[in-house]
């Protein structure tokens, strides 16, 4: 059985995440209030896996979980790209006729505003957690409140679902990273399969310094997927640049790490992994 650290409650999308990526597996899901938390478990149980959110389709980045990654120094087995899609639910006494507030995360909430627009009779109350707000009306019994959540969310604590599939782009992904500690990275992924890598590393304050490390990325046919910059604190106007890059040759793309060490400040290698298919 795996232990697996998830921000949010069960029936949330990183608990469906996991479920997808550890597929047939027996989990043990240990469920935290906030990100935080989750790496706190990895740093204290060297057996424990976790399972964040890095980015999604829509809202963007998740910046500060990248600098909970880099902190933490866990490495990256693998990823997995979520299909989020949203309903609105309540309890079964409820109806649209009863419904008054509508409680979720400020993300889902965001990503489901054509659909709130069409009800502005609903007042919007932020929430921690997708599915902790449908659990929460149903274990409080709250009347007149209905929750933005998954439909398996809305199943797990009981709550009927007024309309689903609410929310406005129906291309909404999120991309969840699997972290462990070092030591049991080989144990979770084979690497000789691996064909997708994250790192993040500075560089000198000089003119043409980021465009030298990408030419010869490119020089060694290493496909540059994404570039996130963060800024240094107390180090004006410089910044910690997060690439991911996939590869189909592992030898060269160790080449390729050997070449730009030279040129960069603090890199690190946050993970190979093999690059994560796409859900339905």
Known sequence: MKRV?????????????AHQYFDGE?????????????FEHLAKDPTMIGMTAI??????????????????????????????????CCLPDDSWETVSEV??????????????????????????DTAGSARDIAEGARRGCAA???????????????EDHIEDNKHNYTRFL??????????????????????VFALPHEEGSLSQVLSILSFYKINLTKIQSLPIIGHE????????????????????????????RELKILGEYQDGKQSA
């Open 5 to 17: 650290a998830i921000q949010g409650f069960v029936g949330s999308f990183h608990d469906i995440a």
């Open 26 to 38: 027996q989990l043990q899901l240990v469920c935290c209030a906030t990100f935080e938390e989750v």
């Open 55 to 88: 980015e999604n389709t829509i809202a963007g980045s998740l910046l500060h979980n990248y600098e909970l990654l880099r902190d933490s120094g866990m490495t990256v087995v693998g990823e997995h790209k979520l299909h989020i899609s949203h309903c609105i």
């Open 103 to 128: 409680h979720s995360h400020p993300v889902a909430l965001m990503q489901c505003r054509q659909f709130l627009a069409g009800h502005p009779e609903l007042k919007l109350v932020e929430c921690d």
């Open 148 to 162: 933005i959540c998954s439909s398996d969310a809305a199943r797990i604590y009981g709550m009927k679902i007024l």
């Open 178 to 199: 699997v972290s462990c500690n070092p030591g049991k990275a080989d144990f979770l992924r084979p690497l000789d399969k691996t064909d997708k890598a994250s790192l």
């Open 237 to 264: 106007w410089e910044y910690l640049f997060y690439v991911d890059v996939t590869y189909d040759n592992l030898t060269r793309y160790r080449q390729s790490i050997d070449a730009i060490t030279p040129l960069t």
